[in-house]
């Protein structure tokens, strides 16, 4: 049975990106190369990202130039981007652009998945909509050492702590990574 996953690094403050958009602030402190990332990414099969997060993605890389970074880095695991508006990809990729709310698409989304996992890049608002329709399973996040004066908030809706039960806490380096299910409603 696939999970819904929202995995993402986030400021001591709780942002996700810039008010301008950006993730630079990131890279700032180095790769948290201790954070098994590969071995999270081996478990998911689908990847569903928001337009925002997706349009950093394909600039900061460069896709337009380099497409194969994409399958680099994702693989062959199909991607659902949720926008209103026609956005370039990749030549070749399985990236599947649609609209509306998550719970028009979830059923194709963990169609697609089988029983791999699925991995919600971000935003944070998308990871709600999972959330809204009681599809999310698991929090993961990287604290980094960095606060922002504003920006995109991790999670742009109240969730309290009878939904969530921390279940990991490891440090790497500068950054902290906290693992959280997400209890039903």
Not at 71 to 99: C, H, M, N, W
């Amino acid at each position: 049975m696939s999970r819904v996953v929202f995995y993402t690094a986030t400021t001591l403050n709780g942002f996700i990106a810039t008010e301008d958009n950006s993730l630079d602030w990131l890279f700032e402190v180095g790769s948290p190369d201790a954070v098994d990332f590969k071995s999270f990414l081996a478990g998911i099969d689908v990847v569903v990202s928001g337009s925002t997060t997706y349009e950093w993605v394909y600039d900061f890389e460069k896709l337009a130039e380099t497409p194969e970074k994409w399958k680099e880095f994702y693989g062959d695991r199909t991607a659902f981007i949720f926008t209103s508006r026609e956005l370039p990809a990749p030549p070749g990729e399985d990236i599947r652009f649609v609209q509306g709310p998550v719970t028009d698409h979830l059923e194709a989304i963990k169609s697609c998945a089988g029983d791999g996992d699925i991995w919600v890049i971000g935003g944070g608002d998308l990871a709600g909509q999972f959330l809204d329709a009681g599809a999310l399973d698991e929090i993961q996040m990287t604290i980094t050492p960095v606060a922002l004066k504003a920006g995109a908030p991790l999670f742009p809706r109240d969730i309290r702590s009878d939904r969530l039960e921390l279940k990991t806490v490891e440090k790497f380096g500068q950054f902290a990574h906290l693992t959280f299910e997400v209890r039903p409603a």
